[in-house]
């Protein structure tokens, strides 16, 4: 060991590493931030009448060699706006240009409500005759499984066979009644029935009447059809069926799949047993012999 002094050389920066910069916001371009006439003017020439843009609110680099100028709108119908005027010049050019005006809002300005979907701005009675109504494919007041299917019970036996009640309709009354809707507005001959894609017959929101009058007549259950909450025969029919128009989800979500059924019991499920697909009329592997042509087409077509 010497007694000099040893030189601690620092240690080499790995290749490619670059020192760290903080990210400042571009400066207004001198030339483009001085042609407030030029922008005015530019200003002025869009709204046709030069009252309307007012004193100039300043400037703001929106990129390199582009700025923002912002006027006044002085107009009665755009209380609030500004005009903003786009000065960019390229690279070694002096000389600035316009490339766009446009009004933009500020505090106050009046603007358009916010867009709503049609699925949330129909309102009961809207569907007339002749209009179809589109149901999301999944629609949460709609279901394909058995097991939500509304099924007759004994209750509703014994009730409709008078148990409980003094007195229930006759023959006679069940006929008159019958007559009455189906005849009426609630039947096939009404004007919008006659213009519907399908019957209430095969409409998801159709609920069924228990006893005799539930072969024919059922109640609506759709809170956007002109109907709802009324009785109708199964041969009447509206534009808001539920299979008239499937439109995708209004609000699609991931739909939760669990692929272990261990914990359903038998009744839940229905297991369907599937044979194997049959072989396509083009034969799989070589060419069949004595066969003349071109190849066949894949995917088994001939």
């Known amino acids: 060991m010497t007694g000099a002094a040893e030189a601690v050389t620092p240690p080499a920066r790995p290749r490619g590493a670059r020192t760290s910069r903080v990210a400042r916001e571009p400066a207004p371009d001198a030339v483009c931030a001085a042609a407030v006439d030029l922008a005015r003017a530019a200003a002025e020439e869009e709204a046709d009448v030069p009252g309307h843009v007012g004193e100039h609110l300043g400037v703001e680099a929106e990129a390199e060699r582009l700025v923002l100028h912002r006027f006044a709108c002085l107009s009665p119908a755009y ?8 000065v960019a010049r390229a690279s070694r050019i002096r000389k600035p240009t316009v490339n766009d005006v446009v009004l933009t809002p500020g505090a106050g300005a009046l603007l358009a409500p916010a867009w709503v979907p049609w699925s949330e701005r129909l ?3 809207d569907v007339g005759v002749g209009d179809l109504l589109p149901t999301a494919v999944d629609d949460p007041r709609l279901t394909l499984r058995a097991g939500d299917a509304l099924e007759f019970d004994d209750a509703d036996v ?9 007195r229930i309709l006759s023959l006679t009354g069940r006929e008159d009644t019958a007559q009455r809707w189906y005849g ?4 096939p001959d009404a004007s919008i029935a006659k213009v519907a894609p399908a019957s209430c017959l095969t409409c ?9 009058l539930g072969r024919v007549f059922g109640v609506c259950a759709n809170e956007l059809a002109p109907d709802d909450g009324r009785v109708t ?6 534009g808001a069926h539920s299979e008239a128009l ?3 989800s209004a609000h699609p979500e991931p739909v939760p799949f669990d692929e ?29 012999p004595g066969r003349e042509g071109p190849d066949p087409e894949p995917y088994g077509h001939s």
Not at 159 to 166: A, D, H, I
Not at 204 to 212: K, N, Q, S, T, W
Not at 233 to 238: E, I, P, T
């Open 123 to 125: 309102r009961p009675g």
């Open 204 to 212: 998801g929101f159709h609920v069924r009447l228990v006893g005799v």
């Open 260 to 288: 272990d059924p261990s914990d359903l019991v038998p009744t839940d499920i229905e297991l369907v047993g599937v044979a194997a697909h049959p072989p396509g009329s083009v034969p799989d592997g070589a060419e069949e």
């Open 184 to 187: 009426g507005d609630a039947g």
């Open 246 to 248: 499937v439109a995708p």
């Open 79 to 86: 209380v609030g706006w500004t005009w903003t005027v786009a």
């Open 233 to 238: 025969s199964v041969d009447h029919g509206c």
């Open 158 to 166: 014994w009730m409709e066979l008078g148990l409980g009640r003094p």
